[in-house]
């Protein structure tokens, strides 16, 4: 038996084979360098005993059916006839490198070669998996996961997410139990309904403290996640691409990426994992080092009315209030006055723009503002020049069920992504626009990975041919949202829903993964479209002010107070925006439900921000302390409240806090945590933390 391991400081993984596949025999806390791992191996190994096989079939990182294994098998392979293949892999060679492991297995009866890799960021602490099949016959592949990992046996819970249009990243918790639990998106997106991630957190966990696993896989079409509790007791988690996603017989094929973490700090570790990783390791920033924008978008503000005058009026009130990137919305091209037409069309409508976009483009730039521009370029409409000249264009049946009046480029057709490029790049070339809103308003007609694959091929070539024009990625909100789209891409819509409290509600659990960086958060109308509901402007400006800000309303309808309001919050997100986006999200363990409080905390700890939104009535009359977290227990710390001109009159005695400025103890705040003055159901919480 041989063994090896990776180690990034933090956490361990050790693998073990002997003559086939390995298997993964531990991962969790940093084991001692000179730890056994043959003693180890010998003593993970689990008992047998009546009605069982005479040895368990190892868990290996793409456990067989031909070795009688009792649970769901990490590769599904059928010949091209359909006849069923069960691949019997052996090892052929092994290559560790510093931070990496690479396995290489054969099946030389079917013709089939296997490989995994593995690697390790000391960092970041993420470890990346993926795994490739190669064959010398075509064959259907019904299911290949992403190198398999075990599932702790101490952990009680799945968490896992769905959602919904303006409902994203809600939070599912699933107890362990023998079977299987199967989340699986057919639609050929990442999609509102199923990020691909799971957190398995071990019994007694929370955000702060206690050990906890995540995974997500890397990948913007249908994808399939299994988790499985065997017979036996033992777990696997297994993560890939759609069942039957690939629509015909290959002869190679690759996973995509797996991200894994292991955390001794509660699930904050995982997070700060992710967030780090996606941050540093996958995004390519077209300009390192530049400051997030505040963006101000006009959809909200005019829809498809487009008018030089009016959006030139918009521009300078934006631009007043602290804005510095005006994005022009769906509406500019071809003859679109409605969403029924002209998608496909992306030239630039004459009626509504006769001199084209360039003056408006003049315009924004002597404001001091850069220019974004809105496409949605792997979607058609009927009533389009591109489909009536290109039907056969269309990715499934020209009588399927639209969806918001469109239909699909079948973007696996190079002549599709020729054409896209070339529409795209005219408009870039001829035009200075340093950022593309790129959209996706429906699912597909069919889960088919080459979709996916097409997407990320026009990317490619975009991102090549303009590398400093940065793209978000955005499909009705939070519909693609993922490592995958991340590496072409450098923001994230997260919600169509601008309503700050259901803001809330999303980015905090959407912070597990997601960096402040990435993160688009824009300030809504005072009358929010999607939820009816009215909202002050002060819970608005901070709910955006906590990610990468952005405003998205008709600027006309502020009063002078809710300007002022908002001028204030974006004078504050410019002066912290650089050690926010570089800095953690910190989710706190706050024991009122009706409180969604996180602490934003530079990568040096010498300074943090506490944002307490109060979202609903809570059962007691006064705040609950909240304990803050990630300082050190002997520095002290300086504390001001940066909304206290928002405390109602109802807060009516002294507060320290609300008095300020407070100084404490790292371990004072981490241990009897801050009492916060009392406020309304609807209002947020502002703190700023300064180590002395």
């Known amino acids: 038996m041989q063994t090896w391991r990776l180690d990034d400081g933090r956490q361990s993984i050790a693998f073990a084979a002997d003559t086939g596949l390995p298997e993964v025999f531990y991962w969790g806390a940093a084991l001692p360098e000179g730890e056994d791992l043959a003693a180890l191996y010998a003593a993970s190994r689990s008992d047998v005993t009546g009605g069982m096989l005479d040895d368990n079939p190892p868990l290996t990182i793409c456990p067989e059916a031909s070795q009688t294994f009792p649970g769901q098998p990490g590769l599904r392979l059928r010949d091209a006839k359909g006849n069923a293949l069960t691949p019997r892999l052996a090892l052929r060679d092994v290559v560790k490198g510093g931070q990496s492991l690479s396995f290489d297995l054969a099946d030389d009866a079917l013709g089939l070669r296997y490989s995994a890799a593995f690697s390790l960021d000391a960092e970041t602490k993420m470890l990346t998996a993926q795994a490739s099949l190669e064959s010398e016959a075509p064959v259907i592949v019904e299911w290949f996961a992403a190198p398999v990992l075990p599932a702790p046996q101490q952990a009680g819970e799945i968490i896992d997410f769905s959602g919904s249009w303006i409902g994203e990243f809600r939070e599912n918790s699933t107890p362990w139990a023998p079977g299987l639990r199967v989340r699986e998106s057919v639609v050929g997106r990442t999609d509102h309904a199923h990020f691909p991630a799971v957190i398995l957190p071990e019994t007694g966990a929370t955000n702060t403290q206690g050990a906890a696993y995540a995974l997500h896989l890397g990948w913007s079409g249908g994808h399939r996640m299994i988790a499985e509790e065997l017979p036996d007791g033992r777990r696997q988690i297994q993560f890939g691409t759609a069942s039957g996603s690939h629509r015909g017989p290959v002869k190679a094929l690759a996973t995509p990426k797996l991200y894994a973490t292991w955390s001794g700090e509660g699930m904050n570790g995982c997070a700060t994992a992710f967030q780090h990783h996606l941050r540093d390791r996958v995004i390519t920033w077209p300009k390192p080092g530049a400051p997030r924008p505040v963006h101000y978008n006009c959809w909200e503000a005019i829809y498809f009315d487009h008018d030089l005058a009016t959006l030139t009026e918009i521009a300078d009130i934006a631009a007043d209030l602290g804005a510095e990137r005006f994005v022009l919305d769906d509406g500019w091209f071809g003859k679109r006055d409605d969403d029924t037409t002209s998608l496909g069309d992306w030239q630039i409508d004459p009626r509504k723009w006769p001199d084209g976009l360039t003056p408006l483009i003049d315009h924004v730039h002597g404001l001091g503002m850069s220019f974004g521009l809105w496409f949605e370029p792997e979607m058609v409409n009927e009533e389009s020049e591109l489909y009536r000249a290109h039907p056969e264009w269309l990715l499934g049946a020209p009588d399927q ?25 005219a408009v870039l070339q001829s035009h200075a626009i340093d950022y593309i809103k790129w959209d996706h308003n429906r699912v597909l007609p069919v889960s088919d990975a080459a979709q996916a694959e097409g997407f990320y091929d026009l990317l490619a070539r975009l991102r090549a041919a303009f590398p400093e024009t940065e793209i978000e990625s955005c499909s009705s909100g939070g519909g693609r949202i993922d490592f995958g789209v991340m590496e072409h891409c450098q923001r994230v819509w997260l919600s169509d829903s601008n309503d700050a409290l259901e803001r809330q509600r999303i980015q905090h659990p959407a912070a597990r993964f997601l960096p402040s960086a990435v993160t688009g958060s824009h300030v809504g109308p005072r009358h929010c479209h999607t939820s009816g509901r009215v909202l002050s402007m002060p819970l608005r400006a901070w709910t955006a002010a906590q990610r ?4 998205e309303m008709d600027p006309r309808e502020l009063t002078e107070e809710e300007a002022a309001t908002l001028k204030a919050a974006t004078a504050w997100y410019k002066a912290n925006r650089d050690w926010m986006m570089a800095g953690s999200i ?13 602490q934003q905390i530079a990568a040096d700890g010498s300074r943090f921000a506490l944002f307490a939104a109060h979202t609903e009535a809570s059962t007691q009359i006064l705040p609950r302390p909240l304990r803050l977290t990630g300082l050190d227990p002997q520095a002290r710390y300086e504390l001001r409240l940066a909304t206290a ?12 806090l609300k008095d300020g400025p407070v100084t404490l103890t790292g371990a004072a705040l981490m241990q009897q945590g801050l009492r916060l003055p009392w406020s309304f159901p609807g209002t947020i919480h502002v703190v700023e933390g300064r180590r002395l």
């Open 548 to 551: 990468h800000m952005g405003f």
């Open 401 to 425: 069920l639209r969806g918001r009046q469109q239909l699909v480029l079948n973007m696996a057709l190079p002549e599709v992504r020729d054409h896209l490029y070339g529409c795209i790049a």
């Open 645 to 656: 001109a928002d405390v109602p009159r109802l807060s009516r005695t002294a507060n320290a």
């Open 586 to 598: 910190l989710r706190l363990d706050a024991t009122d439900p009706a409180i969604t409080a996180e």
